[in-house]
């Protein structure tokens, strides 16, 4: 059983960056069988798929996210980590990290999806 914590602040003030972690439990991140995603979802707004970083260490971002978003892997740590810059009050969400065994780039729908977190809020605000 594959368990996935995400941890990280709570409110980030605008223009800084955001950080996150994804503690995955029962699996290594660098396997072949998974991929690792983040999600977020704004209040009163749906899934957002945000990118993708294999077990290998490639990773796949959104169109509208890839200028400021990065995902990286923590092998030691077994974590895969979320960096968002200059962010605004628009990404005030709660983001999630999800396992999936496919690979799907923008993959919204919940059931694509083989293990979640159980999600973190961020609110961006000064």
């Known amino acids: 059983q594959v368990q996935l914590q995400e941890s990280g602040p709570g409110l980030v003030k605008p223009s800084q960056t955001l950080s996150l972690t994804c503690t995955v439990s029962?699996?290594?991140?660098?396997?072949?069988?998974?991929?690792w995603n983040w999600l977020r979802q704004p209040p009163g707004k749906g899934l957002e798929w945000m990118g993708v970083?294999?077990?290998?260490?490639?990773?796949w971002y959104s169109p509208s996210l890839k200028n400021r978003l990065s995902i990286s892997m923590d092998t030691s740590k077994n974590q895969v980590t979320l960096q968002l810059l200059s962010v605004t009050p628009e990404d005030t969400a709660v983001y999630y990290c999800?396992?999936?065994?496919?690979?799907?780039?923008?993959?919204?729908?919940?059931?694509?999806?083989?293990?979640w977190g159980q999600g973190t809020q961020v609110t961006v605000s000064s």
């Open positions: 999800a396992a999936a065994k496919t690979f799907i780039l923008s993959a919204t729908n919940k059931n694509q999806y083989d293990y």
């Open positions: 029962g699996a290594s991140i660098r396997t072949e069988t998974y991929f």
């Open positions: 970083i294999s077990g290998s260490g490639s990773a």
